[in-house]
């Protein structure tokens, strides 16, 4: 499986944004978990979200309430919607791609691209 992402940018505290995370191979309802992890400059990499190919979800702490993560399987694509934003949300957004989820990048084997997403205040 490859995966390419789109979407980011810069958002005003509070607003939204989406992230997208196509994937091209098998399909992910069958086969992947897609992992949303984030890394801010200075910070380690950090898991935000998760969905198994079964569509079971995890959220970190710090984002759940306030991103959604969800899938399109005739696009086999996956989003992180993002709303509330906050400052501390600015970071490179990265999928990833694994048999289950986890909150251990290392245990990833498929990256997306990056995508930056700015918080201004």
């Known amino acids: 499986v490859t995966l390419e992402q789109s979407g980011g940018g810069l958002v005003h505290v509070g607003g939204s944004l989406r992230l997208a995370c196509a994937a091209s191979g098998p399909p992910l309802d069958y086969y992947y978990a897609i992992g949303w992890f984030r890394q801010a400059p200075g910070n380690e990499r950090e898991g935000v979200s998760c969905?198994?190919?079964?569509?079971?979800?995890y959220y970190a702490n710090s984002v759940a309430g306030r991103f959604t993560i969800s899938r399109d399987s005739a696009k086999n694509t996956v989003y992180l919607q993002l709303d509330s934003a906050r400052p501390e949300d600015t970071a490179v957004y990265y999928c990833a791609a694994h048999y289950g989820c986890s909150w251990y990048p290392s245990d990833f084997s498929t990256w997306g691209q990056g995508t930056q997403v700015t918080v201004s205040s």
């Open positions: 969905m198994t190919s079964d569509g079971t979800i």
